[in-house]
């Protein structure tokens, strides 16, 4: 539903036409193209000034690819995190804890550059899937996440990742540590007032 203030629509030669609304997604409509979804079994998280990148990785085929890139405004990312951390509370309350997944011994871990190097970024997705909300739900075995694109008249899914349910602790710290080193790096705090 759409609520429009009592602005008149034209407000003069030289002023643009307003028509305020408030716009609460319900549901969102699935492109076929996003329909099945991708499979994610390592991600990466990015920041900028503005925005948080994370690029979802699959490393089961080969060549191994980045099979979703989504881009997230730091308003979105700080209400994944909160979502997330819920689900996975629920889950948790249902299922047990998700076990850990072993880690391999004396592997180095790669640079991002080698990450880069050894995971394919297909050229549909070098500029991402933008999203302002994100549906999240989960099964005994695995955690889903509906990335939504809320612009109005209609919301749609922009992208679709599956993971198991052993990445999603790690997930959170990953999302919680991104945060919180963007908020370190760009958010002003403010300074303490000076003494008279």
């Known amino acids: 539903m759409n609520e429009s203030s009592n602005i008149p629509f034209n407000q003069g030669p030289d002023k643009p036409d307003v028509t305020p609304f ?7 409509r699935v492109p ?26 699959n490393g ?15 308003s979105t990312m700080a209400e994944l995190i909160q979502a997330l951390q819920q689900n996975l509370d629920n889950y948790s309350k249902s299922f047990g804890p998700p076990q850990p997944p072993p880690i391999p011994q004396n592997v180095p871990k790669p640079t ?18 933008y999203a302002n909300s994100v549906l999240i739900g989960h099964s ?26 052993p990445q999603i602790p ?17 958010i002003k705090r403010p300074e303490p007032p000076l003494n008279p």
């Open 22 to 28: 408030s716009h609460q997604p319900v549901a969102a």
């Open 170 to 186: 790690r997930f959170v710290t990953m999302l919680t540590t991104a945060m919180q080193s963007y908020q370190a790096r760009y």
């Open 112 to 129: 991002i550059q080698e990450i880069y190097e050894n995971f394919k970024l297909p050229d549909d997705l070098l500029g991402g899937a």
């Open 32 to 57: 076929e193209k996003v329909a099945r979804g991708v499979l994610s079994t390592g991600q990466l998280v990015l920041d900028g000034t503005k925005e948080f990148v994370i690029d979802f990785l």
């Open 60 to 74: 089961l085929t080969r060549p191994h690819q980045v099979s979703a890139r989504v881009v997230l405004a730091p």
């Open 140 to 165: 005994a075995t695995e955690f889903f996440f509906d990335f939504i694109t809320g612009f109005y008249p209609n919301s749609a899914v922009s992208s679709r990742v599956f993971m198991a349910a």
